[in-house]
């Protein structure tokens, strides 16, 4: 059975900082880019980020761009967002993906 479980949410004030983390189980978590994507109350999740299966490719969405870095770590099967100069605006609950899976999320909220 395939869990990814997403840890490292909070409560932080705009210009802080949070680490996500997403582990993996039940899948050769090598063998998969993953992704985090994030939704805002009233609005669609979006994508915030993805990494390769080696790591060494990233893409960001622009909001997030020069803030956020994501990254892996494939003997210990989990994936990270380090997230700085967080914004208001990010506030979300963030999801963690690998192929079709799907994590359940964890609560960011960032105060102003």
């Known amino acids: 059975q395939v869990q990814l479980v997403e840890s490292g949410g909070g409560l932080v004030q705009a210009g802080g900082s949070l680490r996500l983390s997403c582990a993996a189980s039940?899948?050769?978590?090598?063998?998969?880019?993953t992704g985090w994507f994030r939704q805002a109350p009233g609005k669609e999740r979006e994508f915030v980020a993805s990494i390769s299966r080696s790591g060494g490719s990233t893409t960001y969405t622009d909001s997030v761009k020069g803030r956020f870095t994501i990254s892996r770590d494939n003997i210990k099967n989990t994936v990270y967002l380090q997230m700085n100069s967080l914004k208001p605006e990010d506030t979300a609950v963030y999801y963690c993906?690998?192929?079709?899976?799907w994590g359940q999320g964890t609560q960011v909220t960032v105060s102003s």
């Open positions: 993906n690998a192929n079709t899976n």
């Open positions: 039940g899948l050769t978590f090598s063998a998969y880019a």
